[in-house]
């Protein structure tokens, strides 16, 4: 009592979507995860370039 050829056939179709799937949900999850931490780091450096500014604009107007 094996498995036909067309039920084998729709075994490896099926399988072959799961694992498809699966590829693009880590690939779309990847670069979401690496778009929030560039999004992060560019605005901490930004935000530091401004603490800067502000730090020294002090010292240049008093010199």
Same mark, same amino acid.
């Given at each position: $009592?094996?498995? /036909?050829?067309?039920?084998? %056939? %729709?075994?490896? @179709?099926?399988?072959?979507?799961?694992? =498809?799937? /699966?590829?693009?949900?880590? @690939?779309? &999850? &990847? =670069?979401?995860? /690496? =778009?929030?931490?560039? /999004?992060?780091?560019?605005?901490?450096?930004?935000?530091? $370039?401004?603490?800067?500014?502000?730090? @020294?604009?002090?010292? @240049?107007?008093? =010199?």
């Amino acid at each position: $009592m094996g498995l /036909s050829k067309n039920a084998f %056939f %729709f075994t490896c @179709v099926t399988f072959i979507y799961i694992g =498809a799937l /699966s590829i693009t949900i880590f @690939v779309i &999850s &990847s =670069a979401t995860i /690496s =778009a929030i931490v560039a /999004s992060l780091i560019a605005t901490r450096r930004k935000g530091q $370039m401004h603490e800067k500014k502000n730090l @020294v604009l002090p010292f @240049v107007l008093f =010199a």
